[in-house]
């Protein structure tokens, strides 16, 4: 069973970058695609990226300025970085495994981050 | 941008009861790629289906997904207790991917 977990500082100063990891286990990265969405609280859901494991990205147009999706197959991992934030970039970041044709079939817990000074 | 609209945003019904949840694009969806999810407080969402029709292994036959082009309809026959979530539309044919506003079913 495929399982991913985000990890990451759970709270952001506002102008500053927020760095996510999402650590796979239960089957190698080196297949599929693996992506980002986040929910700020209390709203729905929103397609931030996603990354190939050979490193081909495409992101959401209304984030693509401000992040980088990059993968470390030796880790079977991948992460997130979103620069200049604010506090409309507070929300719950999930991870999951994109299978293409068939969605996204595993997802981490997500994890809050909340942009603050 | 495909942008999905979802309706109703709430469904008020009893356990036994079919639910018919709508979502509708702005364009045609390619290849109906269209996937429904489930998500329930404090959880990650769930594949529920995925091509519009298809159930991933593990998921209850009662639910049922149809439609094609740009409207979509996802079927629930008979509503279980822990049926009662909120339920998203995704259409993953063209980037960005996108998601519906969502629809919540709570139990009247």
Do not use: M
């Not at chain 1, 969405?37 to 990354?51: A, N």
């Not at chain 2, 509708?24 to 790629?33: D, F």
């Not at chain 2, 026959?77 to 998601?99: H, I, K, M, N, W």
Request: aromatic share 12%.
């Amino acid at each position: 069973q495929v399982q991913l977990q985000e990890s990451g500082p759970g709270l952001v100063k506002p102008s500053e970058t927020l760095s996510l990891t999402c650590t796979v286990s239960g089957g190698s990265i080196s297949i599929f695609y693996w992506t980002w969405i986040r929910q700020p609280p209390g709203k729905g859901l929103e397609w931030i990226g996603h990354i190939f494991y050979t490193g081909s990205t495409d992101y959401n147009p209304s984030l693509k300025s401000r992040v980088t999706i990059s993968v470390d197959t030796s880790k079977n991992q991948f992460s997130l970085t979103l620069s200049s934030v604010t506090a409309a970039d507070t929300a719950v970041y999930y991870c999951a495994r994109d299978v293409g044709a068939r969605g996204f079939d595993f997802w981490g817990q997500g994890t809050l981050i909340t942009v603050s000074s | 941008e495909i942008v999905l609209t979802q309706s109703p945003g709430t469904l008020s019904l009893s356990p036994g009861e079919r639910a018919t949840l709508s979502c509708r694009a702005s364009q045609s969806v390619r290849s109906s790629y269209l996937a429904w999810y489930q998500q329930k407080p404090g959880q990650a969402p769930r594949l529920l289906i995925y091509g519009a029709s298809s159930r991933p292994t593990g998921i209850p036959d009662r639910f049922s997904g149809s439609g094609s082009g740009t409207d979509f309809t996802l079927t629930i026959s008979r509503l279980e207790p822990e049926d009662f979530a909120v339920y998203y539309c995704q259409q993953y044919g063209s980037s960005p991917l996108t998601f519906g506003g969502g629809t919540k079913v709570e139990i009247k």
